[in-house]
């Protein structure tokens, strides 16, 4: 098996006082993700840079109030962000049972007050209110996110979407989608530069709603 790679000096910078809880996540990360499937037998070399601060490197982007994390998996960025900033509330939303486990086993592991885990495909996710900002990382292309994400949110509402190096292409292949979910102010942030090795490219969008229109009298 591969060593596990160490710890980066920003790593501190981004977890802040959190960042025991962020050491622990990442330990049983590696010592358990290959085995339940939650990450490929090459990661553990990068999986500070590659997933972790990949993940955590958003947190700022994040606003006090709820947020749900579609597609969870391994908790990236689900648990990572929820560590980064416990102000915030997460909805973690995640469909495979086992995925399930390993989430809720890291919530109580961890002692996260700030996470609720929901087993439900996003598009069946049957929430009590509508949230506050959206995140998803590595899910699918922005035009079948969409559908997923956007009719999470409250009207105002936010999308933070992880994404690769393509991440603008994708904006320009999904117009259609984006008008249809009424998605507006939308733009690419490249975060991390000078900082992480791997800058991490996020979608942002806002979700407006359509209003209602009240019959003249």
């Known amino acids: 098996m591969d060593s596990l790679e160490v710890e980066p000096a920003e790593a501190a910078l981004l977890f802040g006082s959190e960042i025991e809880r ?3 996540f990442a330990m049983n990360l590696a010592t358990h993700g290959e085995t339940l499937g939650l990450i490929g037998p090459l990661e553990l070399p990068r999986l500070w840079t590659r997933h972790i601060l990949n993940c955590a490197i958003v947190a700022p982007l994040l606003r006090p109030g709820r947020v749900g994390d579609v597609g969870s998996g ?7 962000l929820a560590i980064a900033r416990p102000d915030v509330d997460f909805v973690l939303i995640e469909p495979m049972e086992r995925r399930i486990a390993w989430l809720n086993d890291q919530v109580a592991e961890l002692g996260l007050q700030n996470v609720t885990v929901t087993r439900a495909r996003a598009e069946e996710a049957r929430l009590s209110d509508p949230l506050d900002q959206v ?10 996110l969409l559908p997923l994400t956007a009719p999470l949110l409250r009207d ?17 292949a999904s117009t259609k989608e984006l008008r249809k979910y009424k998605v507006s102010d939308v733009s690419v942030e490249t975060l991390g530069e000078g900082v992480l090795s791997e800058p991490t490219r996020v979608i942002l969008g806002t979700v407006r709603a359509p209003r209602e229109t009240t019959p003249s009298s």
């Not at 998803?136 to 035009?143: D, T």
């Not at 992880?162 to 320009?172: I, L, P, R, S, T």
């Open 156 to 172: 105002g509402g936010q999308l933070v979407l992880m994404k690769g190096a393509g991440a603008q292409a994708e904006v320009d």
């Open 22 to 24: 962020g050491r622990a």
């Open 74 to 80: 391994a908790g990236l960025p689900g648990l990572v």
């Open 135 to 144: 995140t998803a990382r590595a899910v699918s292309a922005l035009r079948k």
